[in-house]
C-alpha cells in the first residue's frame, strides 16, 4: 500500500473548485493519466464512475463517490483490475476568503502484484503535484 497527500492554493471560490472536482466526464480533457470515465450513477451526494487510467498500461475500475457540497469528495474503489486492486482518496476545500480556496488531494492506491518501485512512486508521489496544477489551471480558467 502507498499514499500521498500534497495541497495547492487556487484563485478560485470552493463552489467552482468543486464543480471541477465533481465533472468526472471532463477528466480526459485535461489529465494526461486519464484516458475515459463514464458516470455510471449520480443522486444524493454518490456517484459511481468507471475509470480508465493509462499507467504503465490501461486500468479500469469502479470508484463510488461520496460529495459533500463544495467541501469534499471521497471515493473508494468498488471493482477493478488485478493490476490496481485499490485506489482510494479524497479532495478536501478550505475557502480561504476573496475567491481562493485550498484544496488538499490525498491518495491511497495498493497494487494487486508485484509492480517497481519506480511505478508505485509515479503514482502516488511524481503524478500528484501534476494532477493539482491540471486541477488549477482548469478551475482558475473557469472562474
Do not use: C, H
Amino acid at each position: 500500500m502507498a499514499g500521498a497527500k500534497e495541497s495547492i492554493e487556487i484563485n478560485a471560490s470552493p463552489e467552482v473548485v468543486f464543480g471541477v472536482i465533481i465533472a468526472y466526464e471532463k477528466y480526459p480533457e485535461f489529465l494526461d493519466d486519464v484516458s475515459a470515465v463514464k458516470v455510471l450513477s449520480r443522486g444524493d451526494g454518490t456517484a459511481r464512475i468507471e475509470q480508465t487510467l493509462s499507467l504503465v498500461k490501461e486500468v479500469t475500475m469502479t470508484l463510488k463517490l461520496t460529495e459533500v457540497e463544495n467541501t469534499s469528495v471521497r471515493w473508494v474503489t468498488e471493482g477493478g483490475s488485478k493490476f490496481l486492486k485499490k485506489n482510494d482518496g479524497s479532495w478536501e476545500l478550505e475557502d480561504l476568503g476573496n475567491g481562493r480556496t485550498r484544496a488538499t488531494y490525498g491518495l491511497d492506491v495498493e497494487v494487486g502484484m508485484w509492480v517497481p518501485k519506480t511505478i508505485i512512486n509515479k503514482m502516488t508521489g511524481s503524478t500528484l503535484p501534476k494532477t493539482l496544477e491540471a486541477f488549477k489551471k482548469r478551475a482558475e480558467a473557469a472562474s
